[in-house]
């Protein structure tokens, strides 16, 4: 065979040779042909870091041959003649997948297959199915000839013999029916499939551009210890709330000890949650440090990420946290910034804060840019900060998954909340008993009630607006954007007005949050009234003597008492529930939450005068179980679980695959379903990253920022802003604001004020 020498354009080899053998030799490209690799060298490169990730879990067997079998596909004639010549485009992720299943190995097609664009369905023998890219297509494809002949791999790899000394994955697929069985297999073969991308991108890296630059972190007993030299400024407590959370800390350093599973850890509101859960998940995988080692905070709203995360830097250290969500900008963090940005790509860091939209999406998606983390999600004590966030709707996806990696993949679950969810029935549904660390919690919400409940029955706008104004400092909280517009024109000509929804965009509301909290600091007694909806509820520090709170569900009214005499200035803060005269239109389930909650407060009531007793255990406990029943149906809206638990077969002989929709379950499972469009606000501040936006230049670093400028809004809503002319598309689902007037400093999106303007015009 000819022999010919290629120089490579651009970077060089590992070792920095500029010259390599082709025509003999089979290689691998890197960055669309920019370098050059022996294929043999990346395919045994990439089994042994896949074997590696995915040894916690037992699976190294099986992620080693789909290290070696993912790009098989390239010794085909035309496949290098791609990489050294400029040929035509080859598919080459088939011809792994079609050997594995050949081998029996059909869980193992769906990694290689997807290794690049994605995990696919598995499809039917419909034409439609065909015609769709799944993999039972692609794989008649290549038995029919349609792909190049790869078999030139056969004289460097034998993958009949790799499969042969296989040992399966050490997790249980039989856990007491068919149903649950089939879903863990699909997880395992997500899990297979992470390991294998992250490999494939890592070592791709490497010979790129020499090893990355790691977060320099620690080990957790080192950060363990840091975490106790803080707490121990608290011994001995000094005050009776300090007692109280001390008292906290010490149940979770006892349960620390406890076997791996799934705990609740219920604490009032000002009881000290979070350094808590962080004592506990230290020392439980420092307990169990030979299955764990990384500890994973999800958290629903950024506004708490931001707080938390900012804590823990402080206690651990920065290299030691990383924090990861949407609004989140690396590039303000100098030189660390790309090192947190590599680590967040994978979530390599012993401490991760992340959102419950990052964690579940992830676990559910068939995309390899967010399966990539999974595999390090094995071996996590995962607490989910606010617990009772997570949405009704995907509950029944939320938890499964949550069990499975509590049953298979060496993890704990510590759901952490003042108002903790009924979810005891749904993890024992999947082989999970839920523990309490907090051994007789009501004591403890008893001595740090700060507020007493009020019934204010029915109240009109007006009536409501003048009750807020009585006082110096008041918070109202509505379950309705429109009303809280409504509220705040009513207030805003006083001093010490603000507003708080999501119509505002998320650096607009942290502008207006610190200003708030400036007037709410100690020593102050300027006046503050807010009017918001509930994205102020958890987890924001803020402190009022008075609230008012339009009837919602239970869980939602007890938040809202955590922002009342938080700091207990008061011998008692007064927590107003009232029934708005106006029928706003509110979300259905706001609607369901609020009906349980009445018919809870109503039996509740009966021996109570004048007097709301929702914060008791018991009722927030009754409250969850009755709107769980109520809304059985609904816990899983799209059918994802059902669509990745029923077994399907399709094809006979060698064609034989067991059809899996990894590809629709992905694009059916959403955290965040409640707006349809996003809308970006343009302004002076992000000129250059606006116009990046739209000339379709926009980097993710771009996306990132712009994320803090934007705006969810309903159907409704983008298509008057679309009549009117105030805003127009970018791409996708996304949209900028191009007239200013439409974004008001006091409220924010104002939809409502296009309506008038074109009525005034008329």
């Known amino acids: 065979m000819h022999i010919v020498l290629l120089r490579l354009g651009g970077k060089a080899g590992k070792k920095g040779r ?29 089994s042994e870091m896949a074997a590696h990730f995915a040894r916690p879990f037992g699976g190294e067997d099986w992620a080693a041959v789909v290290g070696m079998a993912h790009d098989i596909g390239k010794y085909s004639r035309e496949f290098q003649n791609r990489i050294l010549h400029g040929g035509k485009i080859v598919n080459h992720t088939t011809a792994g997948a079609e050997e594995l299943n050949s081998l029996g190995f059909w869980q193992l097609a769906y990694c290689v297959s997807g290794h690049h664009g994605g995990l696919p369905n598995g499809g039917t023998t419909s034409i439609e199915s065909l015609e769709k890219g799944t993999l039972f297509s692609r794989l008649q494809d290549c038995r029919k000839g349609k792909n190049p002949d790869y078999s030139a791999f056969r004289q460097e790899i034998d993958l009949a013999s790799m499969a042969r000394r296989m040992k399966p994955p050490s997790i249980k697929l039989n856990q007491g029916d068919a149903f649950s069985a089939w879903y863990s297999m ?35 007993p080192a950060l363990c210890e840091k975490l106790e030299q803080k707490l121990s400024s608290f011994y001995p407590p000094k005050s009776f709330v300090n007692v109280k959370r001390c008292e906290v800390l010490d149940a979770c350093l006892r349960a620390a000890s406890w076997e791996p599973g799934v705990f609740s850890l219920t604490v009032p509101t000002g009881g000290g949650k979070t350094f808590a859960s962080l004592r506990f998940a230290l020392n439980h995988a420092i307990r169990h440090e030979n299955a764990m080692r990384r500890i994973i905070y999800a ?32 590039d303000d963090q100098g030189e660390l910034g790309e090192r947190l940005r590599l680590a967040a790509e994978n979530w390599d860091a012993p401490v991760v804060v992340t959102t419950n939209v990052q964690l579940f999406e992830s676990l559910y998606s068939n995309r390899t840019s967010q399966c990539r983390k999974l595999h390090n999600i094995a071996g996590s004590v995962i607490v989910l900060d606010e617990a009772q966030m997570i949405p009704t709707e995907q509950l029944q996806p939320c938890i499964r998954a949550l069990a499975e990696l509590v049953n298979n993949y060496n993890c704990s679950v510590v759901l952490c909340t003042a108002t903790q969810p009924a979810l005891d029935f749904l993890f024992e549904k999947y082989g999970c ?28 706008d007006e009536e409501l607006a003048n009750s807020l104004l009585r006082y110096r400092q008041s918070l109202c909280i509505v379950n309705s954007r429109r009303q809280a517009r409504q509220i705040y024109g009513l207030i805003k000509y006083g001093e010490g007005a603000f507003h708080l929804t999501t119509s505002m965009h998320a650096d607009h509301r942290r502008h207006v949050l610190a200003e708030i909290k400036r007037r709410m600091s100690d020593g102050s007694n300027e006046p503050c009234h807010v009017v918001a909806t509930s994205l102020v509820e958890a987890g924001v520090n803020l402190d009022f ?49 609020r009906a349980v909650a009445q018919l809870i407060s109503q039996d509740l009531a009966k021996d ?15 409250y ?98 679309l009549e009117s002319g105030a805003a127009s598309p970018v791409n996708g689902n996304v949209y900028v604001l191009d007239d200013a007037s439409a974004y008001s400093e006091e409220i924010g999106l104002d939809v409502d004020a296009l309506e008038e303007g074109k009525g005034v015009f008329l």
């Open 18 to 46: 500029n010259w390599v053998m082709g025509g003999a030799q089979q290689y691998v490209s890197h960055a669309a042909g920019d370098c050059l690799e022996p294929l043999s060298d990346h395919l045994r490169e990439v």
């Open 545 to 593: 003597p008075v609230v008012y709170r339009a009837f919602a569900g239970i869980d939602s009214i007890v938040q809202a008492a955590g922002r009342c005499n938080r700091e207990g200035k008061l011998d008692r803060g007064t927590v107003y529930v009232f029934q708005p005269e106006r029928d706003y239109r509110i979300p259905r389930g706001i609607n369901q939450k």
């Open 624 to 721: 969850f179980r009755h709107l769980y029943k109520l809304r059985d149906k609904e816990l899983d809206a799209k059918g994802v679980l059902e669509m990745l638990s029923t077994r399907k077969i399709i094809g006979e002989g060698r064609s034989t695959l067991y059809s899996i929709p990894f590809a629709d379950a992905s694009r059916d499972f959403s955290i965040i379903e409640d707006a349809s469009a996003t809308v970006i606000v343009a302004s002076d501040a992000n000129e250059e990253d606006v116009r990046a936006l739209r000339s379709g230049e926009a980097s993710r670093a771009t996306m990132r920022r712009l994320s803090r400028c934007a705006v969810g809004v309903y159907e409704f809503d983008l298509r008057m802003l």
């Open 186 to 220: 699909q997880f395992l073969i997500r899990m297979v499939f992470s390991c294998l991308v992250d490999a494939d991108f890592l070592c791709t890296e490497r010979f790129m551009a020499g090893e990355r630059h790691h977060l320099q972190y620690e080990v957790l």
């Open 608 to 622: 109570a005068s004048n007097s709301v007793p929702l914060g008791a255990l018991s009722a927030i406990d009754q």
């Open 299 to 330: 958290i629903p709203y950024t506004s708490i990420i931001d707080q938390n995360a900012k804590e823990f830097r402080r206690v651990l250290g920065n290299e030691n946290v990383l924090e990861h969500h949407a609004n989140f900008d690396f």
């Open 433 to 460: 008993t839920v523990r309490e660390i907090i051994s007789d919690a009501q004591p403890l919400f008893n001595a740090l009630e700060r507020v007493c409940y009020k019934d204010a029955g029915v109240l009109s």
